[in-house]
Every structure is written in C-alpha cells, then in structure tokens.
C-alpha cells in the first residue's frame, strides 16, 4: 500500500493514483501515467528511475503545444503501473480484454522499454 509521503513524491513527478479524482480526464487530455493504490511501495531508486523515465517518454513522445501542466498529454493512452511482490506490470487506457500485462518484470526499464515498442 501506498503511505502518503511516497504518493506525494508520486504526485509531484506526473504519477497519478489511478482512482485519485486528479487522475480524471480533462477535455481531451490524459494522464500520462497512474499508479494502483494498493502498489507496493518503489524504492527510492525505482522513483528517481520512474522520473527520469517519465520525462522520457512525454518529451520524446509528445510536443509542448500537445501537453497541459506538464503531465498530461493531448489523447494520451495512459499508461497504468503497478506494483506487486513479483515485480512491475502495466497497462494502458485503450485496452479491452486483457487487464494486465500478462507477465510482471523486475525492473522499471524493462517495462518501459516494453510499454513503449
């Protein structure tokens, strides 16, 4: 579960609890990313890593007139991270059917590189 400083670090780099009323869509903007409540909690490695990764992909992905306070994206296809005990999974606003990536991985990068192909 995720305590209250470690949501505040979470809030502050762009990532959003998934069923926090900030998290909601504005107009034609998403969130570029949220997390599940009940995540176990990142390490501080895991949130300098998940800041840097974050800037990434908005930056890499997305162009300035096309994002909205930083963290959210113009039609962005949210990505939703959790956290469990066997690793990372993610999934992403658009899908149907399968709810999580079907297999968690051990690190952060390795989600990216695969929430990002």
């Known amino acids: ?3 209250e400083p470690i949501r505040s670090q979470l809030h502050e780099i762009g990532v959003f609890l998934s ?3 900030a998290a909601r ?3 034609l903007f998403n969130p570029f990313f ?3 409540p009940d995540s176990v909690e990142p390490t501080d490695e895991e949130l300098n890593l998940l800041q840097t990764l974050t800037e990434e992909y908005r930056t890499s992905r997305f162009q300035p007139a096309e994002t909205r306070e930083k ?3 113009k039609i962005a296809n949210t990505i939703h991270l959790w956290k469990r005990v066997d690793g ?3 999934r992403r606003l658009t899908w149907t059917g399968q709810a999580w ?3 968690a991985v051990s690190s952060l990068e390795v989600l990216f590189e695969t929430a990002f192909r």
Request: aromatic share 20%; net charge neutral; charged share 30%.
């Open 1 to 3: 579960m995720l305590g």
């Open 88 to 90: 990372w999974r993610y």
């Open 34 to 36: 949220t997390i599940e």
């Open 71 to 73: 963290f959210w994206g």
């Open 101 to 103: 990536s079907p297999q």
């Open 19 to 21: 069923n926090d009323k």
């Open 25 to 27: 869509h504005k107009e």
